[in-house]
């Protein structure tokens, strides 16, 4: 079945100890992305990659890592994290193409205290 | 840059009635749009999506939305919604020439009452 695997599904942690939330996609799609989601805000992007070794800032980059060593694989990396970063995180993956659609993983939802 | 406005952020309906949410975009280049749909717990997953042609979209569940250029919106209808379609709907937009960032409307909470 072709998904966007995320884990964990739901994170609690304590401000500053660092943490990992990974992403894995089965459609050997090239673009992978992150987003997290916030009520009234809905989803800003946070980092994207358009190929392996290849990632890039989005709307909202401050405080997070990326890397893409693998092609499937998209870790988002919390050096620090902060109560600011309790929201919903969700990776997407897709094709390299104009209007290409983009597969959605089930989200994380991280609690920062 | 792009932006999206959704201009309801919650719209209660009866079941078997019509419903409409509403989506403006402002772009300074060409764009794709799209609407998502997020049931509870889940992540989001594509309802519909104009590239070109047609101003008239059909989606899946039943749904369809027209992309009307000089009025810069892509309005999404159904004409009889079920206590199913609950969800959160998002209106997305990408630039035709670089296709895959999007950036996303804030939402809007359709609850479907019996």
């Known amino acids: ?113 | 840059a792009q932006s999206v406005t959704q201009l309801d952020s919650q719209v209660p309906v009866f079941e078997e009635a019509p419903v409409e949410l509403r989506c403006n975009y402002s772009s300074s280049v060409s764009v794709y749009l799209f609407w998502y749909v997020q049931y509870p717990n889940q992540g989001l997953q594509l309802l519909l999506k104009y590239l070109s042609g047609s101003t008239l979209v059909k989606g899946i569940n039943g749904f369809e939305a027209e992309f009307n250029k000089s009025q810069t919106s892509f309005h999404l209808r159904k004409p009889s919604v079920h206590i199913s379609d609950t969800a959160e709907y998002f209106c997305a937009v990408s630039e035709q020439n670089y296709g895959q960032n999007f950036v996303f409307g804030p939402g809007t909470r359709l609850s479907v009452l019996p």
């Open chain 1, 1 to 113: 079945e072709a998904q966007v695997t995320q884990n964990p599904r739901y994170l609690i942690t304590v401000t500053g100890k660092k943490l990992t939330v990974t992403c894995s996609q089965n459609m050997n799609h090239e673009y992978m992305s992150w987003y997290r989601q916030d009520p009234g805000l809905g989803l800003r992007q946070i980092y994207y990659s358009m190929n392996v070794e290849v990632t890039d800032k989005g709307d909202v980059p401050e405080g997070y890592k990326v890397s893409r060593k693998e092609k499937r694989n998209f870790p988002l990396i919390l050096e620090s994290p902060s109560p600011n970063q309790t929201s919903l995180y969700f990776c997407a993956s897709s094709h390299r193409g104009r209007g290409t659609e983009a597969f959605f993983g089930q989200g994380t939802r991280l609690t920062v205290v």
